[in-house]
């Protein structure tokens, strides 16, 4: 790290930025006394869970083999298609989809829709109806009857080896199968500690989110909608040929979902909250964590780490980017080391 100059935020925020700092509501920084939750230890894991973890490890393993036009597809194949849902005719917010490939297996978020793709080629055009179900994700749909159209654009059969084999098992570090799986229970058990503690963060930021006496603007969320909107379903619906009236009635159903409005405005409000901290605190970024975003972020590229530093240099935005990163983290940091976790038992 010596050899390499890390860029720290000097200077202003560039105009734009100052903008939008402007138009946030004052915030009064939240009292972090007393500050404690309880969580539920995590649930045991189910076979079936660690049998789909162990094939999706495998499948870098997995033989493929794709099917001709003339084939039909069959149940467990990965299938490549673009898929669009409707119900009474508008689009369904989150439905669109485009250009993955997903393997053939029950989905009950979306029950019937896949097994209905099953016998069917690999460049037809289907048309499946559905009813979605009572814990479908937009609540205002649950329980609508629900019209997709998929258009596949190609499936492939995929073979894994004999479980036993021992070159398979190698490849997990292992001797045997139930050395194999247990590795596997090991490497599931570890992803549950570090989800079950993102989760305790969350819970703790939502409290903190609760003290803060203020009014998110409805300008505020549209807009954070907006651009997420726009870098993902809006994105995709214009790769597909949507027209703009189209885009806009899916702009309007993410902009109306209350469950997405819920979301975004907690995270903008833990996102003011923070930042009154920061000022009320005097939190500073050191550099040694904006050392470790840029290494992160070199690794995340794959590009050397002075390229990554040069590029911060040369562009004072990604600059500042990266500047609020390492506050909103230190920030977070300072605020669970005032928290109290507590398990239910």
């Known amino acids: 790290m010596n050899s390499v100059s890390i860029p720290l935020l000097s200077s202003p925020l560039p105009q734009d930025d100052q903008s939008v700092m402007r138009s946030l509501p004052r915030v009064e920084a939240p009292s972090l006394e007393d500050l404690a939750v309880t969580i539920s230890p995590p649930e045991a894991f189910t076979p079936e869970q660690v049998q789909a973890r162990f ?3 495998a499948r870098p393993l997995a033989t493929e083999r794709y099917r001709y036009p003339s084939e039909k597809v069959a149940w467990g194949d990965e299938v490549l298609f673009d898929i669009v849902g ?3 005719g508008k689009l369904i917010p989150f439905s669109v989809r485009s250009g993955e490939w997903v393997r053939l297996e029950p989905e009950p978020v979306l029950p019937g ?14 048309a499946v109806d559905i009813t979605l179900p009572g814990d479908y994700p937009v609540e205002s749909l649950r329980g609508a009857t629900a019209r997709f159209s998929v258009q596949l654009w190609g499936a492939r059969e ?66 954070e909608i907006r651009r997420r909107w726009t870098s993902s379903e809006g994105q995709v619906l214009s790769q597909l040929g949507f027209d703009e009236a189209r885009r806009d009635e899916s702009l309007r ?5 209350t469950q997405t409005r819920a979301e975004v405005e907690l995270r903008l409000r833990i996102g003011l909250a923070l ?20 290494r992160d972020e070199a690794n995340a590229s794959g590009l050397p780490l002075h390229e990554v530093a040069a590029a911060l240099q040369a562009e004072p935005q990604n600059l500042v980017k990266i500047d609020q990163m390492a506050l909103h983290l230190t920030a977070v940091d300072h605020v669970m080391s005032r928290a109290k976790v507590q398990v239910a038992a």
């Open 55 to 57: 094939l999706e490890l």
């Open 86 to 88: 409707y119900s009474e």
């Open 113 to 126: 829709l896949f097994e209905a793709l099953v016998g069917r080629t690999p460049r037809e055009k289907v």
């Open 158 to 223: 995929v073979t894994y080896p004999e479980l036993e084999n021992p070159a398979f098992l190698r490849a997990f570090g292992a001797a045997t199968l139930a050395e194999a799986m247990k590795k596997v229970v090991g490497q599931m058990e570890a992803e549950a500690k570090q989800l079950l503690l993102s989760q305790v963060q969350r819970q703790v930021l939502a409290t903190v989110a609760e003290r803060t006496r203020v009014k998110v603007p409805a300008t505020l969320v549209d807009e």
């Open 253 to 257: 159903g993410w902009l109306q979902d």
């Open 275 to 294: 930042g009154a901290i920061c000022k009320r605190d005097k939190l500073k970024v050191t550099r040694e964590r904006v050392e470790k975003l840029i």
